[in-house]
């Protein structure tokens, strides 16, 4: 950065150095990374623009951006990042929440809550493949009669999942294992997963950002990427009773085959589906009335 710059001209550097790297949305990256170095935000930011860039500052934001030039997300540079209007920690070794997933926990907490516990039980809701914990805490934290617990197969996440209930006050309990095996035997009411989804050999042409850094086990859904739900609907059985309300994300124009999944299991009365923000189905659920 050329010495003597204001907070302004730091930022208007920075995003022409992330647009020629080829990064998305530059000027945002830019700010995001700006307000995280400063640590400022909203007014404060704005307000400070025309005040010289802080010396004592200068070598983490050189680091910073840096670091985003070289395509890594801002969101793992910085550790967090925001889901359901709380900030999640997030590293390497979890799948970054995104703001469709917010539209799941929305679609289960409406559903779920037509719910009648069973013999006067709390109502239990298992997440599947939790990562940061992003769904788990959210559900706990917004319907704190229930009982939440998660899994996911890989250790590391399931530590900054844990860190992350810790962290928002909710009473989580983490399993280690694959998809349904750690609810062997349990009759959760409720169970909602964000399972990778990406058909393998589309990985390649995701985005550097995605593909470079998240982690593979969290985006790799198999030939088709629809192995995850082909494996949870195997694994039902391994239940002590079918999920009342079962609810998956999935990828662009794999609805209409998990809906089909569901139909074929046959234990929900009603198949729905929720599109996110651009209006594309990305939710799948199954009701039983």
């Not at 307000?47 to 004592?56: D, K, Q, V």
């Not at 079962?246 to 299991?265: P, S």
Request: hydrophobic content about 45%; charged content about 20%.
């Amino acid at each position: 950065m050329t010495p003597e710059r204001s907070i302004r001209e730091a930022f208007v550097e920075a995003s022409s150095f992330l647009d020629s790297c080829g990064v998305q949305e530059p000027q945002r990256n830019a700010q995001l990374l700006l307000e995280y170095v400063l640590g400022l935000s909203g007014s404060s930011y704005y307000m400070a623009l025309t005040e010289p860039f802080p010396a004592e500052r200068r070598e983490l934001w050189e680091e910073v951006v840096s670091r985003k030039g070289s395509g890594e997300p801002a969101q793992y540079i910085m550790g967090e990042q925001e889901f359901y209007g709380r900030a999640f920690q997030v590293t390497p070794a979890v799948l970054i929440p995104r703001p469709e997933t917010e539209l799941l926990v929305e679609a289960v907490l409406q559903h779920g809550a037509s719910l009648a516990p069973r013999d006067g039980k709390r109502l239990l809701a298992a997440d599947i493949g939790t990562g940061s914990g992003a769904i788990a805490v959210t559900l706990t934290l917004e319907a704190p009669e229930w009982q939440v617990l998660a899994s996911d197969i890989s250790p590391e996440a399931l530590r900054v999942a844990a860190r992350n209930a810790q962290q928002l006050n909710a009473a989580v309990e983490f399993r280690q294992g694959n998809l349904l095996e750690p609810f062997t035997g349990m009759t959760p009411d409720i169970v909602v997963s964000n399972p990778p989804y990406i058909p393998a050999e589309d990985i390649h042409g995701l985005q550097p950002e995605v593909r470079d850094f998240e982690p593979r086990t969290a985006l790799d859904g198999g030939p088709d990427g629809l192995a995850p739900y082909r494996i949870m609907m195997a694994q039902l059985p391994l239940l002590a009773a079918p999920p009342r309300l079962i609810a998956f994300e999935l990828g662009m124009g794999q609805a209409a085959d998990v809906a089909k999944l569901l139909r074929r299991a046959g234990h929900w009365d009603e198949i729905v589906t929720v599109p996110d923000l651009a209006g594309i189905d990305r939710h799948v659920l199954g009701i039983a009335r």
